[in-house]
């Protein structure tokens, strides 16, 4: 009798993993990316936190990280943070890291895209991109940079309009408006 009740209670335990486990895989929505906020040090007035630090993951395994030194929340829409004196990376999944150094960005703590402007230096390999803004889109996996674009590596420097990065293929597409302002230097 004593085994029937444990081989009862055993295969309803087996039968309940089974459907938790179905629903986490299946039925479960995942955010497009998770968040952790490592480090918020110290809170100067209401709504202004110094030395912030996010961290978060999407569902295929990127890792964006992003710091600033100061951070202020928007009133009136509590998902966006602006921050000064930013820097960020995002790790891609064969482990190369796309660096950026900003002055000021347009955090959304919600779906992580981020707006940096003024002086951004953005590194990637062997390449350097420079210009006043640059926008990650986490949700349509693109990185773009405009307005003052330069861009260098090895072989050239080259004065654009835009910039657009596929996070996901790798792929980049490089925008002129105005072919007579296309300049491309080869390097010595």
Do not use: H, W
Request: contains cysteine; negative net charge; glycine residues 2%.
């Amino acid at each position: 009798m004593r085994k029937k009740i444990f081989i009862q209670i055993f295969l309803s335990l087996i039968v309940f993993l089974l459907f938790l486990s179905v629903y986490q895989i299946y039925l479960k929505k995942p955010s497009e990316l998770e968040e952790t906020p490592i480090k918020i040090e110290i809170e100067d007035k209401k709504n202004n936190i110094v030395n912030i630090t996010y961290e978060s993951v999407d569902n295929s395994g990127r890792k964006y990280i992003i710091n600033a030194e100061e951070g202020t929340f928007d009133e009136k829409r509590q998902d966006l943070i602006y921050m000064i004196n930013v820097n960020a990376k995002i790790i891609l999944l064969d482990g190369s890291v796309i660096y950026i150094e900003s002055l000021n960005a347009e955090y959304n703590n919600i779906n992580y895209d981020t707006k940096f402007q003024n002086n951004i230096n953005l590194k990637f390999l062997e390449n350097d991109i420079f210009c006043n803004n640059l926008n990650i889109f986490f949700k349509d996996n693109l990185l773009e940079a405009y307005n003052d674009l330069t861009y260098k590596n090895s072989d050239i420097i080259m004065e654009a309009d835009k910039v657009e990065f596929n996070l996901l293929t790798k792929n980049s597409k490089i925008f002129n408006f105005n072919e007579n302002k296309v300049k491309i230097k080869k390097r010595n």
